[in-house]
């Protein structure tokens, strides 16, 4: 996170990257009593100002708005839809990024995941390992299965085509879109996801967000 400010009577500007890619969320904060040293820190390490400003304020609101809702009818249908939307993205890509390594480099708890998919039958009537679509849908079933009969939304896996147009299809789902773009920025810059980072991660946008800064860091000239 970057923090630029012009002037001192100039507003300050935030610059940053915050999961997900939520729209148009306003954030109020009444200054403290040692607005001062703000500045002061401003002016000498503007880094260790933008650090404080993500802990201390941004944080909580993305913890607030990535927080697992109450569970069963407790939630509203709208609200389980986005949640679900959320958990998808973050299973497709995870799901993606695993299937495109070799066989002896995916984590153990990826390849049971897998084991427990149906093989789909191709158009010639053979069986095939199933895809990274046919996956998402079973782990979100095995997941979400009882609150969605709760909401009355159909099975998923009664129909493939209809949940990813719904669920991972970026058009509709914008946490498709940006789970995609921070997956290519841990790549590019040289790293990958943790063998340990399990699909039901409670935050996973900020994890990955956090590899992507410790590899930034690690880049950084010393002083």
Same mark, same amino acid.
């Given at each position: 996170m970057k923090?630029?400010?012009?002037?001192k009577k100039s507003p300050l500007i935030f610059?940053?990257?915050?999961?997900?890619?939520?729209k148009k969320v306003?954030?109020?904060i009444s200054p403290p009593h040692d607005v001062l040293n703000w500045?002061?820190?401003?002016?000498?390490? $503007?880094?260790e100002l933008g650090k404080l400003f993500r802990r201390d304020f941004v944080g909580p609101?993305?913890?607030?708005l990535l927080r697992k809702p109450?569970?069963?009818i407790h939630r509203g249908r709208e609200e389980f839809i986005s949640w679900v939307k959320y958990r998808a993205a973050f299973t497709y890509w995870f799901i993606t990024y695993w299937l495109n390594r070799p066989a002896r480099s995916q984590p153990r708890h990826f390849k049971d995941l897998v084991a427990e998919? $149906?093989?789909?039958?191709?158009?010639?009537?053979?069986?095939? $390992? $199933?895809g990274t679509l046919e996956i998402t849908i079973h782990i979100m079933e095995k997941m979400f299965g009882k609150e969605r009969r709760s909401h009355g939304l159909k099975k998923w896996t009664d129909n493939p085509e209809s949940f990813r147009?719904?669920?991972v299809s970026a058009k509709n789902n914008e946490h498709i879109e940006w789970f995609r773009k921070r997956l290519r920025d841990l790549e590019q810059a040289g790293i990958g996801l943790p063998q340990n980072l399990l699909i039901t991660a409670e935050r996973p946008s900020e994890v990955i967000l956090g590899l992507i800064q410790l590899a930034h860091n690690k880049t950084l000239p010393t002083q």
């Open positions: 923090i630029k400010q012009r002037t610059e940053g990257s915050f999961p997900p890619a939520f306003k954030i109020e500045f002061e820190l401003l002016r000498i390490k $503007p880094e609101v993305i913890d607030h109450a569970r069963g998919v $149906p093989p789909r039958l191709s158009r010639s009537g053979k069986t095939k $390992p $199933p147009r719904t669920f």
